[in-house]
Structure formats: structure tokens, C-alpha cells
């Protein structure tokens, strides 16, 4: 981590504000780095998850036979609404019985960690400081991120979780030797020879689009909530800059207020719109699984 002198203000602030709290103290050096723990990922996204799972949870334990209040009309209509989309994609009913609801929590919980977004990236900081325990460099929330999406660890776990369930589904309806078959015979089949041939090629193709689905499905949702992270720290900068009641601070300053509001206006959608992607992608995957090249 650059020290404030090194680099602007500007440049240091959204630094700052990138750097998660975690065991090390600081950014990890890999991308892969199992001996690091990012605490604050993981206190709000299984914070968020126990939500999501309470809200369902008294949906269906306040659900009556008569007519249904507004928070059982509104799981009702979640649920019904993603039983619709499972029946589309995945043709077998004993895996949507699992699928189902297991693509809604993702569902849920996607979109509660996304509404993180919408907290002022110095909101956390400015409590802990007024709170009097501090926010200088050693202080235990001097670094911490809100967004659980916006640090690629979460959502390349999740997409890992689906990768697991493509295999296993796989192996389930095709049975473990044709699952094995179909790596090395598909998509280019042949006899004989031929066949032997190709097994090399078929075999290196199955993994590559394994792992560009595991891969590509994190990283979307990674890369969006990333970007949408920084727009609105850069956002953030134009109140920041305030000096005093002149046209430059009050022009920054509405800037700040305007730019603001259309993109957090905007970026509730981005907010749904990657929990559904994100449910889509997985009913798609494990309805392949079901499938035959």
C-alpha cells in the first residue's frame, strides 16, 4: 500500500477504500492466496445470506391457506416466478425439487450483497471513527469494503459451488462411465481410430468449458459490482472536493448530489439484473448437465 505522499489524495482515497480487512493487513499479493482471509467479505455476505434465509423462512412459516398478506404474496410470487424459469431450463423434476430453491436464495442473497453497493463507501469508516475507537492505520475497521461481490473470492466461490453441481448432476443422470465417456468422445465423434484420435482433443475441449463457465460466471458478476464500486467512489471524490461555499466547490458539490442520484437509480438495477443473470446462468448449466453433446 502507497503512503499518502506517494501518490493524490485522490488517488490514495479510492486505494484506500480497495483494500479489504483481513488477516495480512493489507492487499494480498496473488490473486490466489488461500492463507488470506478477507474478513469483512465474509461478515457481510453470510449476514446478507442469514437474511435472505429469514425472509423465506417467515414467508413460509406465515404462509395461510386464505388470502395472503404482503410478505407471503411477495415470496409466492419470488417462488413462483423461479419455478417458472427451472421448468423452462432443467428437464428433470426430481433435480428442480433441489434446484428451485436453491436458485432463489442465490437469487436473494445476490441481491441483498448488490444493495451494499448502495451504502457510502465512508459510511462503515465515519461510524467506527465517531464511535471512539478510531480509524487510523492499525485500527480494526481502518480498511473495510462493504461489497462481498466486488471482491472476486465470493462470487468465484459461488460460481465453484455451480461447477460442482454440473459435475455431480453429470455423473448422476448419465451415470459415471457415461459421463467420462461423453469427455472423451464429444463434441467431435468417431470409430475405430478415429475416435482414439480425437479423445485427446475432446477431453482438453470438456475442461476448457467447464472451467469457462465456472470462470466467466464469477467474473461477471465480480467484474459489474466492481466497476459499479468505483463509479461511485469517483463519484464520492466530488463531494470530497469541498472547500467552502465558492462556484467551483457548489458546482462539484451539485455534481456530486446529481451524478449520485442517477447512478444509484441506475444501479438498482444492476443490482437485480446480476441475481437473475446469475440464477439464469445456473439453471442453464445444470440443465446442460442433463443433456448429451
Do not use: C
Request: aromatic share 14%; proline share 4%; hydrophobic share 55%.
Amino acid at each position: 500500500m502507497a503512503a499518502a505522499g506517494d501518490v493524490s489524495p485522490q488517488s490514495y482515497y479510492i486505494q484506500h477504500h480497495l483494500v479489504h480487512n483481513n488477516n495480512v493487513g493489507g492487499k494480498q499479493s496473488f490473486i490466489a492466496d488461500f492463507s488470506v482471509i478477507n474478513y469483512d467479505s465474509m461478515f457481510w455476505s453470510l449476514l446478507m445470506g442469514l437474511i435472505a434465509v429469514f425472509f423465506m423462512w417467515r414467508g413460509a412459516r406465515h404462509a395461510t391457506a386464505g388470502v395472503p398478506g404482503k410478505m407471503q404474496a411477495a415470496v409466492e410470487l419470488l417462488v413462483d416466478f423461479v419455478e417458472q424459469q427451472a421448468r423452462s431450463i432443467v428437464p428433470n423434476e426430481a433435480t428442480r425439487r433441489f434446484v428451485s430453491p436453491l436458485a432463489l436464495t442465490v437469487f436473494l442473497w445476490i441481491v441483498l450483497m448488490n444493495a451494499l453497493d448502495l451504502v457510502p463507501v465512508d459510511l462503515i469508516p465515519w461510524i467506527w471513527k465517531t464511535s471512539g475507537f478510531g480509524a487510523e492505520l492499525g485500527d480494526p475497521l481502518y480498511y473495510h469494503r462493504i461489497l462481498p461481490t466486488a471482491d472476486l473470492n465470493i462470487p468465484i466461490g459461488m460460481s465453484m459451488g455451480v461447477l460442482l453441481l454440473m459435475l455431480y448432476y453429470g455423473i448422476k443422470i448419465k451415470s459415471p462411465g457415461g459421463f467420462v465417456k461423453e469427455l472423451f468422445t464429444a463434441p467431435f465423434h468417431g470409430h475405430g481410430v478415429v475416435a482414439i484420435l480425437l479423445a485427446p482433443a475432446n477431453f482438453f475441449l470438456n475442461l476448457v468449458e467447464y472451467a469457462a463457465k465456472s470462470v466467466s460466471l464469477g467474473m461477471r458478476l465480480f467484474g459489474n459490482m466492481f466497476a459499479g464500486e468505483l463509479i461511485f467512489m469517483l463519484v464520492a471524490l466530488l463531494g470530497g472536493a469541498w472547500t467552502g461555499f465558492n462556484a467551483t466547490s457548489l458546482a462539484l458539490g451539485f455534481g456530486h448530489i446529481l451524478a449520485g442520484s442517477v447512478w444509484a437509480i441506475f444501479h438498482i438495477l444492476i443490482v437485480l439484473l446480476q441475481g437473475f443473470i446469475f440464477m439464469m446462468l445456473t439453471f442453464v448449466y445444470i440443465g446442460q448437465a442433463h443433456e448429451g453433446h
